[in-house]
């Protein structure tokens, strides 16, 4: 939340002058932007960006909307698992359980990398 501050004066010719500064609150995560595209292209995510288990589920809601809706040819399916390796690994399973939810067409795009993922889990999914 941005909260303006107002301070005022007088100048010796008698015409008041307003200033404004104004001061970054702490935004939430599910209201800032996330730059995919850097972290696509980089294939790095911040140290400590996905602090908890929630903020790791925004994210890869908002990944799966983002991998969904920009064309293709933007990401590599490469960048694409290089960036899924970084976050936690119920996370990953929840992103392609979320990409199957949100568009089961799709998985056939992303059959490759959804085996090579899946095969890690292969004992922790029939236990």
Known sequence: MLQDTFSSSVTTWGTIEVTTSRQQASIPFAAQ?????????SGKLPDGYLASEYLAQQFVERLVHYVLSVPTGSYTMAQLGQLLEQIDSRAQVFFFKRLKETSPESLKDFAPLYYGFMNEFHSLLFT
């Open 33 to 41: 932007a996330i730059p995919f595209d850097e972290f696509l292209a």
